[in-house]
């Protein structure tokens, strides 16, 4: 009797562990295919500015016809001389700038932007008059490009959109 006990206890010990093998294999052994689905548009933004004698006009951008749906930020490198701001932005129109969000040095469009769509950031920058001649005209460039990213409805703030491509 004694010897049937052990007998019984030693086939239960097996039995546990055979299924705990066959399970733990079981579970790192499970596949499972997934079908990933990317769509990729064609995106095209163009800087749009007048160049005046001390400056910019209507310094915005626009979105080609044929792109698709973005967001959009801005770069307006501004040169400074000696510490000081060389150029004024003329005027801060607010119904202009309340569509524009800055962080660091860009300008973030807030809404995303349909294809054929133009937006204008500044109305006007210039240079100040205390500037000499030859500082006005022949050291004097203001840098403006745009960067775009394809619109996918996750992101509601743009500044995280462009974020999320680091």
Known sequence: MKRGRVFMIASLILVLVLCTGVGTLAYFTDQKNVTNDAKFGKLDVKTKEKVVKKGKEDVGFTVESDSVKCWVRLFV????????????IDPE????????????????????????????LFKSIKCTSDLDKDQQYSNFDIIVYAEAIQYDNTVDDPVEAFKLLK
């Not at 969000?101 to 973030?108: M, T, W």
Request: glycine content about 10%; cysteine-free.
């Open 77 to 88: 490198g501004i040169p400074k001389a000696s510490g000081n701001q060389i150029i004024t």
């Open 93 to 120: 129109d607010p119904t202009v700038n309340s569509k524009w969000k800055k962080d660091g040095e860009y300008y973030y469009y807030k809404e995303p932007v349909n294809p054929g769509e133009s937006k204008i």
